[in-house]
């Protein structure tokens, strides 16, 4: 998921999953020599040194990067999501500078060095510039992560700890607790994830009542209702689906959660249509093998389609480079497809 967007800078209550003191990991993270960060390995070997168990091993990743990246504000204005998809977390460690897409990612994959599950969670926030009533929320623009502690999933939210933009639009750091193991309750008044279980509430939250504000949340979050069913249950699910299964299945639940999100279910038909092409043998020696190819390219060309509908509905400027790519996709798919069907007919 191609994700940007800023976020507020915030000096609230502290609501934590755990009372926990944190001063000595703290500490370490802040004090990291430069050369400690020369590599994702190096830095996460150093910063793990003191922990004593997996969330220690959390908390000195998401100090780390509150003290040591920046909001890349540069990144933010000229908001292009391909060089945004592209920066990997080497360049975020290089630049010192992210948007919350790299923040996320660099958290990601010092987890995963580690054997700590966690995941990018792409969604909705209330972040810089929000006015309530005045927002559209028809596109993801933001990302945080879901982090698997003592046997329970937890949110937190390395961008939004390290600081937050003034209104120069100007990065000022400053460090915030309040999205570090995040009471799932508290954090869904500012962050709505694309998919409705990652926010991690049996009853999740409705779209219009996110957009509705705080005073609704809350109400609708003591409020009984029959539609509830286990997070954690269908979580479990989806991660027993293979990797291409997940994307469509994510894709579909989060156009099914907030049907304006037209990209979100494009994207999903994109990564599904790339998964089958994949699998088209670059040479064939068979009749068989090409009829195969033919049957394959024609459903991948039929999810591309269906993708260039739905983006089409995308008035603003945040799908252009996808539909440019898309638009390529199809014409070399129809290529290869009417190609192949020449051969058949011999």
């Given at each position: 998921?191609?994700?940007?967007?800023?976020?507020?800078?915030?000096?609230l209550?502290?609501?934590?999953?755990?009372?926990?003191d944190?001063?000595?990991?703290?500490?370490?993270?802040?004090?990291?020599?430069?050369?400690?960060?020369?590599?994702?390995e190096?830095?996460?070997?150093?910063?793990?040194?003191?922990?004593r168990?997996?969330?220690?091993?959390?908390?000195?990743?998401?100090?780390?990067?509150?003290?040591?990246?920046?909001?890349d504000?540069?990144?933010?204005?000229?908001?292009?999501?391909?060089?945004?998809?592209?920066?990997?977390?080497?360049?975020?460690?290089?630049?010192?500078?992210?948007?919350?897409?790299?923040?996320?990612?660099?958290?990601?994959?010092?987890?995963?060095?580690v054997?700590?599950?966690?995941y990018l969670?792409?969604?909705?926030?209330?972040g810089f510039?929000?006015?309530?009533?005045?927002?559209?929320?028809?596109?993801?623009?933001?990302?945080?992560?879901?982090v698997?502690?003592?046997?329970?999933?937890?949110l937190?939210?390395?961008?939004?700890?390290?600081?937050?933009?003034?209104?120069?639009?100007?990065y000022?750091?400053?460090?915030?607790?309040k999205?570090?193991?995040?009471?799932?309750?508290?954090f869904v008044?500012?962050?709505?994830?694309?998919?409705?279980?990652?926010?991690l509430?049996?009853?999740?939250v409705?779209?219009?009542?996110?957009?509705?504000?705080?005073?609704?949340?809350?109400?609708?979050?003591?409020?009984?209702?029959?539609?509830c069913?286990?997070?954690n249950?269908?979580?479990?699910?989806?991660e027993?689906?293979?990797?291409?299964?997940?994307?469509?299945q994510?894709?579909?639940?989060?156009?099914?959660?907030?049907?304006?999100?037209?990209?979100?279910?494009?994207?999903?038909?994109?990564?599904?249509?790339?998964?089958?092409?994949?699998?088209?043998?670059?040479?064939?020696?068979?009749?068989?093998?090409?009829?195969?190819?033919?049957?394959a390219?024609?459903?991948?060309?039929?999810?591309?389609?269906?993708a260039?509908?739905l983006?089409?509905?995308?008035?603003?400027?945040?799908?252009?480079?996808?539909?440019?790519?898309?638009?390529?996709?199809?014409?070399?798919?129809?290529?290869?497809?009417?190609?192949?069907?020449?051969?058949?007919k011999?």
């Amino acid at each position: 998921m191609k994700l940007i967007f800023a976020f507020f800078l915030l000096i609230l209550s502290v609501a934590h999953t755990f009372a926990y003191d944190y001063q000595k990991i703290d500490e370490h993270a802040k004090q990291a020599p430069d050369k400690a960060a020369k590599t994702v390995e190096t830095l996460t070997t150093y910063l793990v040194k003191p922990a004593r168990n997996d969330q220690e091993k959390v908390r000195s990743f998401y100090t780390w990067m509150a003290f040591h990246i920046a909001y890349d504000v540069q990144a933010y204005r000229t908001f292009d999501p391909y060089a945004i998809s592209k920066t990997t977390s080497a360049d975020v460690l290089q630049k010192r500078k992210a948007v919350c897409q790299g923040y996320s990612q660099l958290f990601n994959e010092m987890c995963q060095l580690v054997g700590i599950k966690s995941y990018l969670v792409p969604g909705y926030s209330k972040g810089f510039g929000y006015e309530p009533g005045k927002k559209s929320f028809a596109a993801a623009d933001h990302a945080w992560n879901a982090v698997w502690l003592e046997g329970r999933w937890h949110l937190l939210d390395t961008t939004w700890g390290s600081g937050g933009l003034n209104h120069q639009m100007k990065y000022v750091q400053q460090f915030n607790e309040k999205y570090f193991l995040t009471d799932p309750k508290v954090f869904v008044r500012d962050h709505l994830p694309l998919e409705p279980s990652w926010q991690l509430l049996d009853c999740p939250v409705p779209m219009k009542t996110f957009v509705a504000g705080e005073e609704a949340i809350d109400k609708a979050m003591a409020q009984k209702r029959s539609d509830c069913k286990d997070h954690n249950k269908l979580i479990k699910i989806w991660e027993s689906l293979p990797d291409h299964e997940k994307s469509l299945q994510s894709a579909s639940a989060a156009y099914a959660f907030n049907p304006d999100n037209h990209a979100a279910m494009a994207r999903g038909y994109m990564d599904y249509a790339n998964y089958i092409m994949r699998g088209i043998k670059s040479e064939m020696h068979s009749r068989q093998e090409i009829e195969e190819a033919v049957v394959a390219q024609q459903q991948a060309l039929d999810y591309l389609r269906k993708a260039e509908t739905l983006l089409n509905n995308v008035k603003d400027n945040s799908a252009d480079m996808e539909k440019q790519i898309l638009k390529k996709n199809i014409q070399l798919s129809e290529q290869n497809l009417k190609s192949m069907q020449k051969v058949l007919k011999g």
